[in-house]
């Protein structure tokens, strides 16, 4: 009787994330996520965008070059033969931070035109988490209709909505508490969100 081929267990591979940057205001919140996942040993893909590479020059002053050297890899926008395009690739989950309008509209509606949009449907369809942490304000009709339609697939609609009760003192505070919680949504147990205990 042939015996069974024997499969390495989950843990024998590095946990994986795939990070994406678009041209939405907030480049810090993609960036301090690939700083705090590479301190927690985690292997990160990144996709950012031509106008994500241009707003992370505006707001953060890093060329590409800077900002790419913070992930494990990172992938053009337009190579959609990319490992992250395919669902056979085990990635954890998928953040967008800071996730456009116009990229959760194509996430809402299946587009994958884009190596970002595609990585995003393929955890959809496998069932992995994403986190769109999406930044725009007012909401226009349209756009919280493609976060009903991102939601009933499945994915976690994150706008980094600042939280008050433990008194950050500084910007750093504020942004280092919202990138924490969404790592710990992103199912990393080291995570460290401060958590409520209660007046």
Same mark, same amino acid.
């Given at each position: 009787?042939?015996?069974?081929?024997?499969?390495? *267990?989950?843990?024998?591979? *590095?946990?994986?994330?795939?990070?994406?940057?678009?041209?939405?205001?907030?480049?810090?919140?993609?960036?301090?996520?690939?700083?705090?996942?590479?301190?927690?040993?985690?292997?990160?893909?990144?996709?950012?965008?031509?106008?994500?590479?241009?707003?992370?020059?505006?707001? /953060?002053?890093?060329?590409?070059?800077?900002?790419?050297?913070?992930?494990?890899?990172?992938?053009?926008? &337009?190579?959609?033969?990319?490992? !992250?395009?395919?669902?056979?690739?085990?990635?954890?989950?998928?953040?967008?931070?800071?996730?456009?309008?116009?990229?959760?509209?194509?996430?809402?509606?299946?587009? &994958?035109?884009? /190596?970002?949009?595609?990585?995003?449907?393929?955890?959809?369809?496998?069932?992995?988490?994403? /986190?769109?942490?999406?930044?725009?304000?007012?909401?226009?009709?349209?756009?919280?209709?493609?976060?009903?339609?991102?939601?009933?697939?499945?994915?976690?609609?994150?706008?980094?909505?600042?939280?008050?009760?433990?008194?950050?003192?500084?910007?750093?505070?504020? !942004?280092?508490?919202?990138?924490?919680?969404?790592?710990?949504?992103? &199912?990393?147990?080291?995570?460290?969100?401060?958590?409520?205990? &209660?007046?």
């Amino acid at each position: 009787m042939a015996s069974e081929p024997s499969q390495a *267990p989950r843990s024998a591979r *590095p946990r994986r994330l795939i990070v994406g940057l678009t041209g939405a205001s907030g480049a810090v919140y993609g960036v301090r996520l690939l700083q705090r996942a590479r301190a927690l040993g985690v292997e990160t893909h990144l996709v950012a965008t031509p106008a994500g590479i241009l707003n992370v020059h505006h707001e /953060l002053g890093l060329d590409r070059r800077e900002l790419e050297a913070l992930a494990t890899q990172a992938h053009a926008p &337009g190579d959609v033969g990319a490992c !992250i395009a395919s669902g056979s690739f085990a990635t954890d989950a998928m953040v967008i931070a800071p996730c456009s309008m116009k990229t959760l509209a194509a996430v809402a509606h299946g587009l &994958g035109d884009n /190596l970002l949009t595609r990585a995003a449907d393929v955890t959809l369809k496998e069932r992995r988490r994403l /986190l769109l942490m999406v930044r725009e304000t007012p909401f226009n009709l349209a756009h919280l209709r493609n976060m009903t339609s991102v939601t009933e697939m499945g994915g976690i609609v994150f706008p980094p909505l600042p939280a008050f009760y433990h008194r950050p003192e500084t910007l750093d505070d504020i !942004i280092d508490d919202t990138v924490e919680r969404a790592l710990a949504l992103l &199912g990393l147990d080291e995570a460290q969100p401060r958590a409520w205990n &209660g007046l």
